[in-house]
């Protein structure tokens, strides 16, 4: 007996097996002449004989430092693949087929975007082009010192074990601790979950409260993982847009018009991932208001940029409103304000009953997080109130680092913007810019394909707004350096000056 493989396509032929191909060629005299070529080509190929929507190819050439990017993210293409596996005896002859499919909700899953562009800057960066990368959301300081000496002291001390599932109980307490001095909410070691990060927490949530149609209320522009998850969750994510002319935030009118009896979670982000913007007590009072005529309605709380926050805007934790904690999971985390994003710590607060249930579903996926980053995270909250001057150092810088790309980018024609009251991203509208021509590039139909322009012309990496639900604007993550910031708009500036005389002013 032996063993035959044959597949059965539909054209174009497809290539013979997944292929992650990334080969790079630097001359050997010179720094200055390199060349990144970066193959992805993957087929799914699902037995029941749909189509789903699988990644093409990403391609990127550079010489003397100049390079063509043919896409931010995988091509998109339908294409029926499917692998049949024969086997046949010496007496007789009998076909059986290896379902080689997919689940539908991972085909019905789109990858994040930031990740993609961030690691495909990061690749060019390595084969020596000149990418600015401004597109992940991470800070570029290092980690407090008292906090990386704690991770430090709990390895030499051997404290390099298990956890509790739901994370140490000194690091719990000092969560407690926290969340009542600083946001007004009192919780229990009990209603605390530790998990690898603030992204953990968010899933397992989803996971833990929603059922088979249940829907995800998620305001836009938002970060680009809610709706994802939602649909990992078998949730159905709802999209509620904002405007630029509000700052982004949620009306409270459109809210409620929007709620049905399948309305199981609300997210809110604050301050907000892309676009800076902080909710005020007031404006979330009148949200909180129609949550409490919704039964089955829970709010999620996306608190991870509480501590960046620039005066006279001021943090509201949602749990702290009346008749509000029955009905939040408040989520944070160490990452953005700590400067700790490859600790990955976060946490989730909550009536116990929902944090159980996350805890027992962490308890099947992960367990708990990394002893030794928990160390770390009882540290990082002993720094004080807010983070202390370890923080407000940060913060400062952030603050200087926003002004000066407001001042740059309301000088350019053809740019609108609102003013972030916190986090470290500008999420600024470019839409007067759609339709025109670029030289040697082509149309610029969409936030998508100006990022690409600005990657080929300026070499500056930026994230395209339609990841975030708003195509009519970009995400400029200023986690880096003044320095890097001014060359960066120096580029985009100049990348859009051919562009000037087709944009209304």
């Not at 692998?83 to 379902?99: G, N, W, Y």
């Not at 994802?228 to 847009?241: F, G, N, S």
């Not at 985390?333 to 600790?343: D, H, I, Y």
Request: hydrophobic residues 40%; charged residues 20%; aromatic residues 8%.
């Amino acid at each position: 007996m032996f063993l035959a493989i044959k597949r059965i396509t539909q054209n174009p032929p497809p290539t013979k097996k997944r292929i992650l191909e990334y080969s790079s060629m630097a001359a050997a005299s010179t720094s200055s002449s390199s060349r990144l070529a970066f193959r992805h080509h993957q087929q799914l190929a699902p037995y029941s004989g749909s189509h789903p929507q699988t990644p093409g190819s990403v391609s990127f050439l550079s010489g003397s430092h100049s390079f063509s990017f043919k896409s931010l993210e995988t091509t998109r293409r339908s294409q029926l693949s499917r692998i049949s596996v024969t086997v046949k005896a010496e007496s007789r002859s009998e076909e059986m087929q290896l379902d080689i499919s997919l689940s539908p909700r991972v085909n019905a899953v789109k990858p994040s975007k930031t990740v993609a562009i961030t690691d495909q800057a990061t690749a060019l960066a390595q084969a020596g082009v000149p990418v600015i990368r401004l597109a992940a959301g991470e800070p570029d300081f290092d980690t407090p010192a008292v906090i990386a000496e704690a991770g430090i002291n709990a390895i030499q001390e051997g404290y390099t074990r298990y956890t509790p599932n739901a994370g140490a109980l000194e690091l719990r307490v000092a969560i407690c601790q926290k969340l009542k001095e600083e946001n007004g909410i009192s919780y229990t070691p009990d209603q605390i979950l530790v998990s690898n990060g603030a992204k953990q927490c968010i899933y397992q949530a989803m996971l833990a409260v929603c059922s088979p149609g249940d829907e995800v209320i998620i305001p836009a522009p938002f970060w680009v993982s809610y709706p994802e998850m939602a649909r990992l969750a078998d949730a159905t994510p709802v999209i509620l847009p904002t405007s630029i002319s509000e700052n982004f935030l949620l009306d409270p009118k459109l809210l409620e018009s929007k709620l049905t009896g399948k309305s199981r979670l609300l997210i809110l982000c604050s301050p907000s991932n892309p676009t800076g913007s902080v909710y005020s007590k007031k404006l979330l009072e009148e949200i909180a208001r129609i949550v409490a005529k919704h039964p089955r309605l829970l709010v999620l709380s996306d608190e991870i940029y509480e501590h960046i926050i620039y005066a006279p805007a001021t943090h509201v934790s949602f749990a702290s409103l009346p008749g509000m904690w029955e009905r939040t999971l408040t989520v944070n985390g160490f990452s953005k304000a700590f400067a700790m994003t490859g600790w990955r710590l976060g946490y989730i607060a909550g009536p116990k009953h929902f944090v159980a249930a996350c805890n027992k579903i962490q308890s099947q996926l992960t367990s708990g997080a990394s002893s030794i980053s928990q160390k770390a995270g009882v540290a990082a909250l002993g720094l004080g109130y807010a983070g202390g001057e370890a923080v407000s150092t940060m913060v400062k810088a952030f603050r200087e680092r926003r002004d000066f790309l407001i001042k740059s980018f309301g000088e350019m024609e053809g740019v609108r913007m609102s003013e972030p009251q916190g986090a470290f991203y500008l999420f600024i509208d470019v839409s007067s810019y759609y339709g025109t021509e670029a030289e040697g590039f082509g149309k610029i139909e969409d936030s998508d394909s100006l990022c690409r322009y600005l990657l080929d012309e300026a070499q500056v990496a930026l994230v395209p707004g339609v990841a975030f639900g708003d195509d009519s604007c970009i995400r400029i993550s200023y986690a880096a350096s003044l320095t890097t910031l001014q060359a960066a708009v120096e580029r985009i500036k100049n990348a859009l000056l051919p562009l000037k005389s087709a944009v209304p002013v």
